[in-house]
């Protein structure tokens, strides 16, 4: 099973600042890297495929890089509705494996 | 627009079984597939499974392998996953979610059903 790792656990930023979350792969799954955001009472919602992909829709300020085993999500000029948790997801193997998620407050 | 309605929230004893629904629409059900995941209250998302709806065929994760299975019905469009021997643990939110694709690699989940609240308790 690939297991995924996400970091930072928790981040409280102020609004506009940029974030960073990073997701790690304990073995390489080329670039079969997701990324959800969910929030408050709400399902996950697709930000981001095949690791850099966006999304129709998905506002400009979110994007994400990397392939292999480093991936990771940046949300430029935080807004307030951006408070949620962020999972990573893969599908490079099964089983699929998320990563434990982010918790992004405002401060 | 696609959407995936799932069944309402369930309330079952330690040991009994439940049966989840989701009704897709807006799409050709037969040409994706359906992921199940579930999610702990206040915990992270767990993927349970997947079912083609192309073929039936499945895939589960080992932690439920034995308990689930995972089926459609082309006809009314509707995937069903069914948990057995239901134990406190198994308490959690449960979503179905769309694979882009009718197979699973590389798939990312594109749209998601609302979620059904399973609560086990005695």
């Known amino acids: 099973e690939i297991v995924l790792t996400q970091s930072p656990d928790f981040q409280s930023v102020t609004a506009k600042e940029k974030v960073t979350i990073t997701c790690r792969a304990s073995q390489s799954i080329r670039n079969n890297l997701h990324w959800y955001q969910q929030k408050p009472d709400q399902s996950p919602k697709l930000l981001i495929r095949y690791a850099s992909q966006s999304i129709s829709g998905v506002p400009s300020r979110f994007s994400g890089s990397g392939s292999g085993t480093n991936f990771t999500l940046t949300i430029n000029s935080l807004e307030a509705e951006d408070a949620a948790s962020y999972y990573c997801h893969q599908s490079s193997s099964l089983p699929f494996t998320f990563g434990p998620g982010t918790k992004v407050d405002i401060k | 627009q696609v959407q995936l309605v799932q069944s309402g929230a369930e309330v079952k004893k330690p040991g009994a079984s439940v049966k989840v629904s989701c009704k897709a629409s807006?799409?050709?059900?037969?040409?994706?597939?359906i992921s199940w995941v579930r999610q702990a209250p206040g915990q992270g998302l767990e993927w349970m499974g997947w079912v083609s709806a192309y073929n039936g065929n499945t895939n589960y994760a080992q932690k439920v392998q034995g308990r689930v299975t995972m089926t459609t019905d082309t006809s009314t469009s509707t995937a069903y996953m069914e948990l057995r021997s239901l134990r406190s643990d198994d308490t959690a939110l449960y979503y179905c979610?769309?694979?882009?694709?009718?197979?699973?690699?590389?798939?990312?989940?594109?749209?998601w059903g609302q979620g059904t609240l399973v609560t086990v308790s005695s």
């Open positions: 807006g799409y050709s059900f037969t040409s994706y597939g």
């Open positions: 979610a769309r694979h882009d694709t009718t197979s699973w690699w590389g798939a990312f989940l594109d749209y």
